[in-house]
């Protein structure tokens, strides 16, 4: 029995002390944990506290505004930048539809007419303007680009009269071909008292055909600025 | 001898820390309550084993007693505005202490032969003297 007794105080013992361990490593944590919490924490300590970390927003929100802006500009310039590579890219390849740097191809007409027609300069002249009053958005003669400098007049020689188109003589028959609404252009020129109209009378009969698609060739030379000088508008 | 209770006291210490008990931070107080009372009634268990009148149903009871009682008058005392925590940890310091003074006297009167062998009325009067 003593034996029994001595044993079991030893385990009882254990038994109590594996609680007080549990209990106080229990503690321990809970107690580590306090410190960090806030709200154990003295006063002047929290107030220190409090005065570091809204020093340290503040230069943080400083920090962030200054980002932001940068960011801000970055974009503005990336936006900027691709805007206007965009703009400029569509506005060159406008300009040089305009001035006839480039092959372009799109649905038209021609106007066909033949040497035994006997055309003057003057009859293909009215021809392109017209084309150009009825909205054609790009005129050839033959193989030359009409561009906003191209001038027809006619040449004397001894071989004959040429019509010339920027001094380019013109071999028949003269096609003048024209990009834009070809039903539109057809009826322009075809009107009752219209240019065809009036030609008939001098027994010149064009062949007007209607293209799903013409291709005109460039300008052979570039138009160049040398004394022309924008005026900067100041408003 | 006592190496049994110190490996208790040890595994409980790696038990707790291994399966980490979170008690919440309101309830902290409390635990330290019962942490204090169950320090209390292990020291008292190895004052009576030591004094060889060990009763395992007076440890064990006055252990999980002891903690429930305090922690809950701890909190009853906050519900009520009336500081009982602090009314436990004094008595539960002031046994623990006693506890403590009681088993080294008798570990000094087991060991040290000139030491005086205390008679059972004197340590009553410590005790006394002490919650007086």
């Not at chain 1, 062949?207 to 138009?223: A, D, M, N, W, Y």
């Not at chain 2, 252990?63 to 519900?79: H, P, S």
Request: hydrophobic share 45%.
């Amino acid at each position: 029995m003593p034996h029994r007794q001595k044993r079991k105080w030893h385990i009882t013992l254990a038994l109590a002390l594996l609680v007080l361990g549990i209990l106080i490593s229990a503690q321990i944590q809970t107690q580590n944990r306090l410190e960090l919490d806030l709200s154990a924490q003295n006063s002047s300590d929290l107030t220190i506290m409090v005065n570091n970390l809204s020093e340290k927003r503040q230069s943080l929100s400083l920090e962030v505004s200054r980002l932001e802006r940068t960011l801000n500009s970055y974009l503005d310039d990336y936006s900027d930048n691709s805007e206007l590579f965009a703009s400029v890219e569509v506005e060159s390849e406008r300009l040089s539809k305009i001035v006839g740097t480039t092959e372009v191809h799109g649905s038209g007409i021609t106007v066909e007419l033949s040497q035994d027609m006997y055309p003057l300069y003057k009859d293909v002249l009215d021809i392109v303007n017209e084309l150009w009053a009825a909205g054609a958005e790009a005129v050839a003669i033959n193989d030359y680009r009409i561009n906003e400098r191209s001038y027809i007049y006619f040449e004397d020689t001894s071989e004959g009269t040429f019509i010339t188109v920027d001094n380019n003589r013109l071999s028949f028959p003269i096609v003048i071909s024209a990009i834009g609404n070809s039903s539109t252009l057809e009826r322009s020129l075809t009107m009752p008292g219209g240019i065809i109209n009036n030609l008939n009378l001098f027994h010149m009969y064009p062949v007007l055909t209607q293209q799903e698609e013409i291709v005109l060739p460039p300008c052979e030379k570039e138009s160049t600025f040398k004394y022309a000088q924008s005026v900067k508008s100041t408003n | 001898m006592w190496i049994i209770p110190v490996l208790g006291l040890i595994c409980g210490a790696l038990l707790g820390s291994i399966i980490s008990l979170q008690i919440p931070i309101t309830y902290a107080k409390y635990l330290s309550i019962a942490v204090l009372a169950s320090m209390d009634s292990v020291l008292g268990g190895s004052r009576s084993a030591i004094e060889g009148r060990f009763s395992s149903l007076v440890l064990l009871s006055g252990l999980v007693c002891n903690a429930l009682a305090a922690a809950v008058l701890a909190y009853l005392g906050d519900r009520l505005g009336v500081d009982l925590y602090t009314a436990a940890i004094i008595v539960f310091g002031i046994r623990i202490f006693t506890n403590l003074s009681a088993i080294r006297h008798l570990l000094m009167a087991k060991y040290i032969k000139s030491y005086p062998q205390p008679s059972e009325t004197a340590k009553n009067n410590m005790v006394k003297d002490i919650l007086r």
